[in-house]
């Protein structure tokens, strides 16, 4: 399945009082869902409100980082080195120039390289290493 067909289901989904959809096109299949409800209270909140927690990856970002983030295109499991034996792309304080892979975000078992659209510094790793990621989410902050 393309990552544009996917890209735009999580935008129908995020555009719809839908909490998940599931696609199925041949052997393939994709299923996204948003929101997790953990208490009962979480049920009295607005349909919309797992949409408008999902930015506020720049409130977790330090004053002192003010730089720009690289943001996850996709869902999927965020990784920081091209194999386990081998040394991560980018470290803190590592300096990157446009179109460097910073990262890989692997979704259906396709590893997906994310480049940077920034030349800068690295000021921080905003996930850790094969931790899940939401789309839009931050990954990198570079200044």
Do not use: W
């Amino acid at each position: 399945m393309d990552i544009r067909k996917i890209k735009k289901l999580i935008e129908m989904l995020q555009d719809s009082d839908l909490t998940e959809i599931e696609v199925k096109e041949g052997e393939e299949s994709v299923r996204i869902a948003r929101g997790k409800t953990l208490s009962n209270e979480s049920h009295s909140q607005p349909t919309i409100a797992p949409v408008i927690s999902l930015p506020p990856d720049k409130a977790s970002i330090s004053p002192e980082e003010t730089g720009t983030s690289i943001k996850s295109p996709i869902v999927g499991t965020f990784y920081r080195k091209p194999a386990p034996d081998q040394p991560p792309f980018v470290e803190v304080g590592s300096i990157v120039n446009v179109g460097d892979v910073v990262c890989i975000v692997e979704a259906m078992k396709m590893m997906n390289e994310i480049k940077s659209e920034f030349a800068g510094k690295v000021l921080s790793i905003n996930i850790e290493d094969g931790e899940p990621v939401e789309f839009d989410q931050s990954l990198i902050v570079i200044n």
